[in-house]
């Protein structure tokens, strides 16, 4: 089963068990992934698994952004609200690996272009998020390989 498949799948169980939460998160997700349907047909391209990963990333990552603004502005229902909305999001996504697999990744691929200095940054982002793409997300990658180099 794909992962646009099990998430209608549970579009329509929440329908049926009149979830509202999970109901509201879902329908954005599917018209998210619906426009980028339309965006790569468009294109002659067809949606991958990737892509659906990708949006479900995007749309955790501007939940999170609002949590930031939500705590700035004192308004903990808010941020309770997104962290629910956060939570479903997570249930589609793969489990992230420990930052010490991050870091072994990292490791091989400097030692592999033989980078050592501050110029070498965007080679080794490359190839480790190429390794790592679905894994992690790039801000970890980007952290981990800043301590590493600099």
């Known amino acids: 089963m794909t992962l646009l498949e099990i998430i209608e799948k549970n579009f329509k169980e929440a329908l049926k068990q009149k979830r509202a939460e999970d109901l509201i998160v879902l329908r954005g997700l599917k018209t998210v992934i619906h426009n980028k349907e339309i965006e790569l047909n468009a294109q002659k391209k067809e949606l991958k698994e990737e892509n659906v990963l990708e949006l479900i990333r995007r749309e955790a990552k501007k939940r999170n952004e609002a949590i930031e603004l939500y705590k700035q502005g004192n308004r903990e229902d808010l941020v ?4 629910k909305e956060i939570d479903i999001l997570k249930r589609y996504l793969p489990t992230e690996i420990s930052e010490e697999e991050i870091k072994t990744v990292i490791l091989e691929v400097i030692k592999e272009i033989g980078a050592g200095e501050r110029q070498d940054f965007g080679k080794v982002m490359g190839l480790a998020m190429s390794r ?11 952290e981990l390989v800043e301590k590493e180099l600099f």
């Open 80 to 83: 309770v609200k997104e962290k």
């Open 132 to 142: 790592l793409k679905g894994r992690v997300e790039g801000d970890k990658v980007k």
